[in-house]
């Protein structure tokens, strides 16, 4: 059967400690639909902690009905977790089925015996136990918080994330196939097996392997399948092709009383990839430089609930800066988000854990606001961080986007708890205002040399399930960790932020790879791994704003990221864009001038730039023009300020002129056979040379009156990207299991001529009309307080994201936006 999605559930915020009982009357209980975070629906208040963003946690209960066919008698039945933060318990038609304390991990329980059939409803109720609400450094939200389903399988069928797709040895002539899955045998039969593995490709049957075995009742075993393919179809960033792998469990008993088929799906695909020690990482055969951002899992309104079509546009969003690389941080994410990366060509470092057994300070008053606090998953590693990390590779290890597993995100920070005699006194990169108490050696505190066993151990567990990938962790504290063996036992060394010992530590340790497992947005950083071909690529921290980390309220997120929390591209976008991106680009952004004088300027490279050309006249403006090329022109109402180069140190080319309302615009040059005196850069050059130039402009713009409402197109953005490629990657992103689309609507105010107003703060009042359900309206505004559930929010930067939900059979749904003084807008969706 196909799988069934249990998304209509009931909800009760407190403890309700009879509500596991199938026969509960919860009539009364709160409708809702799973995804499902209940933090967002809650103020905003300094009650709570501002690590996980000023956002409650506490109890509540879940209860859902659901039918199965008489059909599905005699057949295998599992219900299906993607996650729960957390501390979850479960109860299928009143009989306890277990708990799982991790709020990350991807679990499923065998509910066979307990479930009925036919008329007579199942019951699953769940309770979840979020009251440490400073168990995290980020906002990890509350609830069942990804989704859940409901299967079957035949008696002889594999076991949970039991197949194994490998090509050890690729080309483009051929590509080494070995396939594996491991079964076992329910039946009350002994039986024969056949297991095929078919591969699929854009509908086509291009490989069927097939091996076959005896297996008797109650016993597992490992099936291998090994074959060539000629002329393999490679997974890359750029062409990200993919094949569906299909295994077929055909089982017979000896006298043909007992038959069955089990089939089961995913995508997989062909790829090499290895990291050489001085050359950096290759893949098919080919140098590529990694060009990542970290992310975390939340989606600001949405929480942690978030949909697929989020992450679709916010990783379209992303490819166009020229990012190829995305960081799980810290933790497991939702599965669809790794679908995702392998339809559009990321790279992905799968990262397990935030800490291990030592408790991390968890700030609840502030960023840095002394005295922190210590809850989390270290309550909890001891018992269960085997199961949940070799789940982790089970759930993952067929993705061809994963490049490497990270087993910790800066285990070893100092002091944090673990400290050693070598140092006296230790600073991470993170500690402004920490005590200098803080940073004392205490031999009362745990001996980091502890960490140098734990990541052998982690190291291991990996390579149990999975030798095809190499292990990594991103190391904060390389000053002592080197020197302890904590590095001993990792294929590849991720260094958060520490650029000043990429070529010491190359040096010190020839044979191990190096990347950046986070960094800032500095073009220092960037140069140290453009200009190092051992330094395999940078993570950049973060590309996507998140909720929590917050530095005291009301700002209740971090503002780190490329994009807002609405997906936005902030200015920093356009910068990393001018370094990354293979196309030629060019970009304008402006802000008043510093000066030490009236004529020189001081460089600064984090001051906040804007999308503006609206000053005081005669005031002196700072303009930057982020580009690829390597000189530009500037023109204000056409009349040129200069050609000047890209500068070598900024990354960027500056001018300085007096504000003067009307057109601010640039000519980037791009045709390097063109000497400098067949240039023509006057604004009506001849069309004949359009090839030879890349340009933007900024207006002055009026009062804002309008507003433009803009239905995202995931269709028209993957042609943009992927252009012959986009029909594949169209058919391998079709939504799953859902009975919900989600309509992603992008709000901007503008003018009278239509220009974009990007100082407007409008309220905007959100009303929709027939059977659509608006799920949140999200602006990217990091200090607004205003409640996640309310229909109305203010323009951030003149701009607003709204979400809303409609399912496949829905009639027509009307959206309106108002705002005072502008003039209203209706979309039909």
């Known amino acids: 059967m196909n799988n069934i999605l249990l998304n209509t559930w009931k909800f009760h915020y407190n403890d309700c400690p009879d509500a596991w009982y199938k026969g509960f009357l919860d009539e009364s209980w709160t409708n809702v639909t799973v995804p499902h975070d209940w933090s967002v629906t809650m103020p905003f208040s300094k009650e709570y902690s501002s690590g996980t963003g000023y956002l409650a946690g506490g109890i509540g209960w879940y209860r859902t009905k659901f039918h199965l066919p008489e059909s599905l008698k005699g057949k295998k039945i599992y219900i299906t977790f993607d996650g729960i933060y957390k501390n979850s318990q479960v109860w299928c038609n009143s009989y306890y089925l277990g708990k799982r304390p991790f709020g990350y991990s991807t679990f499923r329980y065998d509910i066979t015996n307990q479930v009925t059939f036919g008329d007579i409803p199942n019951v699953i109720a769940v309770r979840v136990d979020h009251k440490d609400i ?68 854009s509908g086509n049957e291009v490989m069927t392997l097939v091996n076959t075995c005896h297996l008797p009742s109650g016993v597992m075993t490992t099936v291998d399948n090994k074959g060539a393919l ?86 379209c969003t992303l490819k166009e800066m020229g990012c190829n690389a995305i960081r799980m941080s810290h933790n497991p994410h939702m599965p669809e988000l790794y679908d995702l990366c392998d339809s559009l060509g990321f790279l992905v470092m799968d990262e397990a854990f935030d800490e291990w057994e030592g408790a991390k300070n968890k700030w609840s008053t502030g960023h840095n606001v002394y005295p922190p606090k210590h809850q989390g998953y270290f309550e909890d590693f001891p018992e269960w961080h085997e199961r949940d990390l070799s789940d982790l590779i089970k759930r993952d290890r067929n993705h061809p986007s994963i490049i490497m597993w990270s087993i910790g995100n800066e285990i070893d920070y100092p002091n944090d708890p673990y400290c050693h005699p070598l140092f006296t006194s230790m600073t991470g990169n993170n500690d402004k205002n920490k005590p200098a108490a803080e940073k004392q050696y205490n031999q009362d505190k745990p001996n980091a040399e502890r960490l140098s066993v734990l990541a052998k151990q982690l190291t291991k567990i990996i390579k149990q399930y999975d030798t095809t990938r190499p292990v990594t962790a991103a190391v904060a504290f390389p000053e002592l960790s080197t020197h302890i063996g904590y590095i001993d036992p990792f294929d590849v060394v991720g260094y958060n932020y520490k650029e000043q010992f990429y070529a010491d530590d190359h040096k010190r340790f020839p044979e191990k790879p190096f990347l950046g497992s986070e960094n800032s947005h500095s073009y220092e950083a960037w140069k140290a791994v453009r200009d190092n071909d051992y330094i395999s690529g940078q993570f950049l921290w973060t590309g996507i704003d998140y909720l929590g980390e917050a530095h005291g309220w009301p700002i209740h997120g971090s503002g780190a990221g490329n994009l807002t929390l609405a997906g936005y591209p902030k200015t920093s976008y356009y910068r990393r864009k001018s370094f990354w991106s293979e196309n030629t680009m060019i970009y304008l952004v402006t802000a008043r001038a510093t000066l030490e004088n009236e004529s020189e300027q001081t460089p ?119 252009k012959n490629n986009a029909i594949n990657i169209l058919n391998n992103i079709a939504p799953k299991e859902t009975s919900t689309h989600l309509k992603q609507i992008e709000v901007t105010i503008t003018d009278g001529l239509g220009n974009w107003v990007t100082n407007d703060n409008t309220m905007l009042m959100v009303t929709l009309s027939g059977s659509g359900k608006l799920l949140g309206l999200e602006n990217g505004d990091l200090s607004d307080i205003t409640e996640y559930t309310a229909v109305y929010r203010r323009a951030y930067e003149g701009r607003l994201l709204i979400y809303v939900a409609v399912s496949a059979e829905s009639t027509a749904t009307t959206l309106t936006v108002r705002g005072a003084g502008l003039k209203t807008a209706i979309l039909e969706l």
């Open 604 to 722: 600064t490279e984090w001051k906040h730039m804007y999308r503006s050309w609206n000053y005081v006249p005669g005031e002196m403006i700072e303009i930057r023009c982020y580009t690829n090329v390597s000189k530009a022109v500037l023109f204000c109402n056409n009349r040129s300020f200069g050609e000047k180069q890209n500068d070598a140190d900024t990354g960027y080319i500056s001018w300085i002129i007096p504000f003067e309302a009307g057109e601010l615009s640039v000519k980037g040059y791009v045709n390097s056979n063109l000497t400098n005196n067949q240039i023509d850069y006057s604004i009506d050059s001849a069309s004949d040379q359009t090839s030879c130039f890349v340009s933007d402009m900024i207006k002055s713009t009026g009062t804002s009156c309008a507003i433009h409402l803009n239905l995202w197109d995931n269709e028209a953005q993957i042609q943009k990207l992927f």
């Open 134 to 201: 400073s168990d995290s450094r980020w906002f990890t939200g509350s609830g069942i918080t990804r989704k859940v389903t409901i299967s079957s399988e035949e008696l002889v069928h594999t076991v949970f994330q039991g197949t194994f797709f490998k090509t050890p040895s690729v080309s483009t002539k051929e590509a080494d196939i070995e396939v594996s899955s491991t079964i076992i045998n329910e039946s009350n039969f002994d039986v024969d097996v056949v297991l095929e593995h078919k591969l699929i490709l």
């Open 230 to 315: 000629l002329t393999p179809a490679l997974w890359s960033t750029e062409s990200p092709n993919l094949y569906e792998l299909q295994t077929i469990i055909t089982s017979k008993s000896k006298d043909n009383s007992f038959t069955s088929v089990d089939i089961s799906k995913c995508k997989v695909g062909i790829r090499n990839l290895y990291f050489d020690s001085d050359k950096g990482f290759y893949l098919n055969g080919e140098s590529l430089k990694i060009k990542g951002v970290c992310v975390h899992h939340d989606a600001g309104c949405l929480g942690a609930a978030v949909l697929p079509e989020v992450w679709l546009r916010r990783l």
